[in-house]
C-alpha cells in the first residue's frame, strides 16, 4: 500500500498511533469517518484511487473495533475495477464487513461471477477467497456449479485449483448438496494425481469431506491416495525439497492423506495396493526410530504429527498385528518422555489400541509405566488419560492391582474426575470379579474414600449383586455392619447397611457384638444426621428387623411412637412412621411375615453404571467393559429345550425372574426397593458393551453418508465384515454417520429371539417422520417370524429411541433380514437400509457329550449330513485361547479332553427351530506347520452344516 502512494491513508494510521488517550482517537476516528461520509455523499465523482483509499481507511477504523454502516457500496462498485490494488481492497472489505445476509449479496455475486469468467488467475483467486470467507446459502445456488469447473478445468494454473478446492470445501459445508452425486466424484478423485502438491494438499481435504458423505462414490480415492503417500514417504529427499519442512517431507499432505484412508477399510481386494499401504506404515514406523535430523522443536512436532496420525490408520485398519504392536511400543517409548503433549497422546492412542485383540497383549505390557505415570505425572490431563489407560487394559490378571491403584488415587485424585474414576473402579470391581467378598469390599471401601462422588446407579448395583448371591449375603452383613461403626460414616454407606441388614442381618445376629438391638442401635444413630429420603429407608430397615427379631420390636414401636416421628414436618416420613407403626400391632406374625419377606432376587440385567460413563465422558471416549450380564445360552430354564416356545410365550415371560431370566431389557437396571431418583434413558450413547477377546468396534466400515441410496442395503466386504463380528456377540454399533446411530443388543433362547435397536439422534437437530421397518426378502418370509413394536417418530437432539423385535425362527435360514430406517433432518427426507445381524448359529444351544458319545454321533452324521472347508489362517494360529473363544461365542460347547490330537477343537450342540430341533457337531483341526485349518461340520440336516460351516470358515 505504500507503494501505491495511499498517503492519507498512511498519515491517518500514524496520527490515530500519536494519540494519548481514547477519547483523543475518538474525536479523531469521529473527523475522519465525518469527512470519508461527506467524500461519498459529495457530488464530486471520486475515482478508483480516492475510493480505494476511504474504503482502506474505514476498513482499518473497524478493525480498531468501530462500528461502520457505510461505505459498503463503494467497496461493491471497486469489484469493477480493472486494478488489482482497487479490486483486492474491495473484496478484502466485503469479505469482512459484509455478511451472508447483506442486500449487497446479489451485486457481490454478479461481481465474483465476472471475476471467475476472466483468464486473470489473480482476480479469480481474489474472487475465490472472497466466496469462501463468505459462504452465504444464496453464493451456493449462484457459484455452486462453477466452481466445480474451475476446479477440473485443464487450461487454469496450479493456485486457481487450490484455491477452488477450498472453496469448494467451505461451501460443502454450509450446502452438503452443492456438488451433485456422481457428476465430478471421478474427476476430482484424479487430481489426487496433479504434479502440483499445493493442489493435492487442498484436494485431500475435499475429498476426505466428500467421503465422508458418499463414501461409495470415492472408494477410488483409496489406490490414489496409498500411491501418493507411499511416494511421499520413499522417494528421495531432494525430490521433494521444495515441501520439505525442518527435514520431514510434506507432513500436512502426508497427515490428510492419512487421514482420508481412515474414511475406508483397508485395500483388501487389491493386493498392490494393501502392499503399498503396509510398506509406507512401516517406513514411517521406521523413521520414527532414526535420530533426529535437528534439534529444532519444529522437526519433531512435523515428525510426531505424521507417526501418530498413521498409528490412527492402524489402529482403524485392525488387520495387521505386526505394525498394532509396533505401534503399541513405540506409543510406549513416549510415555516416558519429557513432553507432555507426548505422553498425553501416546495414551491416548494406547487407549484405542487396548480394544483390538490383537495389541491389547502389548498394551498391558506398559502396566508399570502408566501406575507410575498415576502417582508422579504433574498435568492432571495426563493423570486423566492413565486412568483411562489403566481402565482400557484392565483384566483378569491385572484387575486386582489396578482397582487398588486407582483407589490408592482416589484419594488425591481431582475433584473433576472423581465421579468418572469412581465409575470405572465399580466397572471393573463387578467385571473381573474373581469372587464377590472381593467385589463387596471394593464397592464399600469406595463408598468411604469418595462417597460424595459415588452415584446411586453404583450402590443399586451392589445391592443387587449382594441379594442375588445367596454366597455372599453373610459377608456383605458383616462387612457393612464393621463399616458403619466408624465415626464419620457417609451416607451412602449408611442407605447400602440399612439395606443390607435390613435383608440378611439375621446372619450376623448370633454373634453378641452384632446382636438384633446392637444392630438397631448402630443403624439409629445415624439416622439424625441423614437426609430424608434416607431416613424413609431406614425406616423400612426397622420395619424389616420387626419381622426378623420379634424381641428387638418394642423398642421400634417405641421409636416410631415418638413425636418426632408421628408428628414429622415431612409427610413422607410421618406417613411412614403412622403406617409401620399401625402394621407392626395389628398384624398378625403371619401377615407380617408375608409383606416383610425377604426381596427376591432382580433380574440380571445391564448395569447403569456403563450408561452413566458413557454420558459422562462420551461414547466414543470410553473403551467398553461388558457387565456380567444374562446370556441366552446359560439362563434356559430347566426343560426349557424339549420344544419350541412361541413368540408370544416369549412376550410374555420376558420379564419373569428367577432362572429363565429375562430375554431382554431396554430399560435400566432394575433397582432396590428404596428412594430412586430416576435415571434418564434418553441419553445419546453407545449402550453396548464388548468382549475385550473380541474388543475391535463394529463401527460403520466406510463413514456413511447421511443420506443413503434407497434402492437396497449397504453392502460391499467391509459391511459383510462387519456383520460377521456379530457372530460372536450380541450387542454393538451397527451403523453410524453424523446424522445417526444405530445400535442392537440381542438375546435368544432355543427357537426364539429378542433384538433391542437403538436408533440415536447425534445431529443439533430435530430428527422428524422416523419410520422403521423390518423386511424379508425371498424365502425369509417362510423361514422367520418377526414382530415388531412401533416406535416415537420423533427424535430430539442428543436423545435415542428403542424398538424392540421378536423373531422367531421357523426353519434353518441363510439370508439377512433388511431393517429400513427413514426420517427427516431439516426439511430432507434420509433413508438408511442395513442388514440384521441375525445368523442361523444365534438359535444355538450347546450340549455336553461324552467322548464316547460324540463320536458315535460323529459317525452316524456322515455323508451329505457333512461339510467340509480346508483354508489359510487369518490371525495367529498358536492363540488357542482366541480360537476357543470364538468357538463358544459362536454358539455351541466346546468340548474338553474329547479328540485323540489334544490341539483339535469340537464342539456339540443343538439349533432350534420351530420345525424341529437339529443336532450339530464341529470339529476344527489346526495344523500350526502349514498355517491352515480344516474345518468340519455334521448335522443332522444337511442345509444347516453348509450354513455353519459357511459362516465360520472365514474367522480363524
Known amino acids: 500500500m505504500k507503494g501505491e502512494g495511499m498517503r492519507g491513508l498512511a498519515v491517518f494510521i500514524s496520527d490515530i498511533r500519536n494519540c494519548k488517550s481514547k477519547e483523543q482517537e475518538r474525536k479523531r476516528i469521529n473527523k475522519e469517518l465525518a469527512n470519508i461520509r461527506s467524500k461519498f455523499k459529495g457530488d464530486k465523482q471520486l475515482d478508483g484511487y480516492q ?28 469489484l469493477s475495477s480493472s486494478k488489482y490494488s482497487e479490486k483486492q481492497i474491495g473484496y478484502l472489505f466485503i469479505s469482512v464487513l459484509v455478511s451472508a445476509s447483506s442486500d449487497l449479496i446479489k451485486l457481490i455475486v454478479q461481481g465474483i461471477k465476472n471475476d471467475l469468467a476472466t483468464r486473470n488467475p489473480v482476480f479469480v483467486n481474489l474472487a475465490l477467497t472472497c466466496i469462501a470467507n463468505i459462504a452465504s446459502q444464496e453464493m451456493v445456488e449462484a457459484l455452486g456449479q462453477d466452481i466445480p469447473r474451475l476446479l477440473v478445468a485443464a487450461d487454469v494454473t496450479d493456485s486457481v485449483k487450490q484455491n477452488a478446492a477450498l472453496c469448494m470445501l467451505k ?36 475429498i476426505q469431506a466428500l467421503a465422508e458423505r458418499h463414501p461409495e462414490e470415492y472408494t ?11 511416494r511421499i514417504v520413499t522417494s528421495p529427499f531432494a525430490d521433494l525439497q521444495d515441501y520439505t519442512y525442518y527435514f520431514v517431507p510434506a507432513p500436512w499432505l502426508t497427515v490428510k492423506l492419512l487421514r482420508l484412508l481412515q474414511c475406508y477399510p483397508p485395500p483388501s ?30 522437526h519433531s512436532n512435523a515428525k510426531n504429527a505424521v507417526l501418530f496420525e498413521a498409528i490412527n490408520l492402524i489402529i482403524q485398519m485392525d488387520s495387521e498385528p505386526n505394525l498394532q504392536v509396533r505401534a503399541c511400543n513405540q506409543l510406549g517409548q513416549f510415555l516416558s518422555n519429557r513432553e507432555t503433549n507426548l505422553r498425553y497422546l501416546a495414551m491416548e492412542g494406547m487407549c484405542k489400541l487396548a480394544r483390538s485383540e490383537f495389541s491389547s497383549d ?35 490378571s491385572n484387575a486386582e492391582t489396578i482397582v487398588q491403584e486407582m483407589l490408592a488415587y482416589l484419594e488425591s485424585a481431582d475433584y473433576a474426575i472423581r465421579e468418572e474414576l469412581v465409575l470405572k473402579v465399580a466397572i471393573l470391581a463387578e467385571k473381573f470379579a474373581v469372587d464377590y467378598s472381593w467385589y463387596v469390599d471394593t464397592i464399600l471401601n469406595l463408598i468411604r474414600l469418595a462417597g460424595d462422588f459415588v ?41 447400602v447397611g440399612g439395606y443390607v441388614l435390613g435383608e440378611f442381618g439375621n446372619l450376623i445376629a448370633g454373634d453378641a457384638r452384632s446382636s438384633p438391638m446392637v444392630q438397631f442401635q448402630l443403624l439409629h444413630s445415624k439416622y439424625p444426621f441423614c437426609s430424608q429420603a434416607t431416613k424413609g429407608l431406614l425406616l423400612s430397615t426397622y420395619m424389616k428387623f420387626i419381622n426378623l427379631f420379634p424381641e428387638i420390636s418394642p423398642a421400634i414401636r417405641e421409636m416410631l411412637q415418638h413425636d418426632t416421628q408421628l408428628r414429622n414436618s415431612d409427610p413422607e416420613l410421618q406417613q411412614r412412621s403412622l403406617e409401620y407403626l399401625k402394621l407392626s400391632t395389628v398384624a398378625n406374625r403371619d401377615v407380617l411375615a408375608t409383606v416383610l419377606e425377604e426381596m427376591p432376587p432382580f433380574p440380571e440385567r445391564e448395569s447403569t453404571i456403563l450408561a452413566k460413563l458413557k454420558k459422562k465422558k462420551g461414547a466414543a471416549a470410553v473403551v467398553e467393559k461388558e457387565l456380567p450380564d444374562v446370556q441366552a445360552k446359560e439362563t434356559t430354564a430347566p426343560g426349557a429345550r424339549n420344544g419350541p416356545v412361541t413368540i408370544a410365550q416369549l412376550a410374555a415371560g420376558g420379564e419373569q425372574r428367577g432362572a429363565e431370566g429375562s430375554l431382554i431389557s431396554v430399560t435400566a437396571s432394575a433397582q432396590p426397593a428404596a428412594p430412586v431418583v430416576p435415571v434418564s434413558d434418553g441419553i445419546l450413547v453407545d449402550t453396548f458393551a464388548t468382549q475385550q477377546q473380541l474388543a475391535a468396534p463394529v463401527a460403520a466400515p466406510v463413514a456413511p453418508s447421511a443420506s443413503l441410496p434407497v434402492n437396497g442395503p449397504l453392502t460391499g466386504p467391509s459391511v459383510e465384515e462387519s456383520l460377521k463380528r456379530f457372530l460372536f456377540r450380541n450387542n454393538g454399533i451397527l451403523f453410524e454417520n453424523e446424522l445417526v446411530q444405530v445400535g442392537v443388543k440381542s438375546e435368544f433362547r432355543n427357537n426364539l429371539g429378542r433384538l433391542g435397536f437403538f436408533i440415536g439422534n447425534k445431529s443439533p437437530g430435530q430428527l422428524v417422520n422416523v419410520k422403521s421397518d423390518i423386511h424379508l426378502p425371498g424365502s425369509l418370509g417362510s423361514q422367520l417370524r418377526v414382530q415388531v413394536k412401533p416406535i416415537e417418530s420423533t427424535i430430539e437432539a442428543g436423545a435415542q429411541i428403542q424398538q424392540l423385535v421378536n423373531v422367531e425362527c421357523l426353519e434353518e435360514f441363510n439370508d439377512y433380514p433388511l431393517i429400513d430406517i427413514q426420517f427427516v433432518y431439516a426439511g430432507t427426507p434420509q433413508h438408511v437400509t442395513l442388514k440384521l445381524p441375525l445368523f442361523l448359529s444365534k438359535f444355538f444351544s450347546p450340549t455336553d457329550l461324552s467322548s464316547q458319545d460324540f463320536f ?19 490371525f495367529p494360529i498358536e492363540d488357542i485361547e482366541s480360537s476357543k473363544t470364538k468357538l463358544n461365542g459362536f454358539g455351541p460347547k466346546v468340548l474338553e479332553d474329547i479328540d485323540p490330537n489334544p490341539e483339535n477343537f469340537v464342539c456339540a450342540g443343538i439349533v432350534h427351530t420351530t420345525s424341529g430341533q437339529i443336532g450339530c457337531l464341529i470339529r476344527l483341526e489346526p495344523n500350526k506347520q502349514a498355517k491352515m485349518y480344516r474345518l468340519t461340520v455334521r448335522a443332522s440336516k444337511e442345509t444347516v452344516s453348509g450354513v455353519l460351516c459357511d459362516l465360520l470358515a472365514d474367522q480363524f
Open 171 to 206: 461451501l460443502l459445508r454450509v450446502s452438503p448438496t452443492v456438488i451433485p452425486h456422481g457428476e465430478w466424484s471421478s474427476r476430482i478423485v484424479q487430481l489426487l494425481n496433479d504434479k502440483h502438491l499445493g493442489v493435492v494438499t487442498a484436494t485431500c481435504s475435499l
Open 51 to 78: 475510493k480505494k483509499k476511504y474504503v482502506c481507511k474505514l476498513l482499518f477504523i473497524f478493525l480498531l473495533g468501530n462500528d461502520i454502516d457505510f461505505g459498503h457500496m463503494e467497496a461493491v462498485n471497486l
Open 362 to 396: 502389548a498394551v498391558r505390557k506398559h502396566q508399570e509405566t502408566v501406575l507410575l505415570a498415576l502417582k508422579t505425572e504433574r498435568d492432571v490431563s495426563v493423570r486423566q488419560r492413565a486412568v483411562d489407560l489403566l481402565y482400557a487394559m484392565c483384566d483378569r
Open 269 to 298: 481386494e487389491d493386493i498392490t495396493a494393501k502392499g503399498r499401504l503396509i510398506e509406507a506404515l512401516e517406513a514411517i514406523l521406521n523413521r520414527s526410530q532414526e535420530p533426529p535430523k535437528t534439534k529444532k522443536v519444529q
Open 455 to 495: 452415584s446411586e446407579e453404583v450402590w443399586y448395583r451392589v445391592v443387587q449383586i449382594i441379594i442375588n448371591r445367596d454366597d455372599i449375603q453373610g459377608y456383605a452383613a458383616k462387612t457393612v455392619f464393621e463399616a458403619l461403626q466408624a465415626p464419620a460414616c457417609h451416607e451412602n454407606m449408611v442407605k
Open 856 to 874: 458315535s454321533r460323529w459317525k452316524a452324521l456322515g455323508g451329505a449330513q457333512e461339510r467340509q472347508k480346508i483354508f489359510s489362517a487369518k
Open 220 to 230: 477410488g480415492c483409496v489406490a490414489l491416495a496409498v500411491n501418493r503417500l507411499s
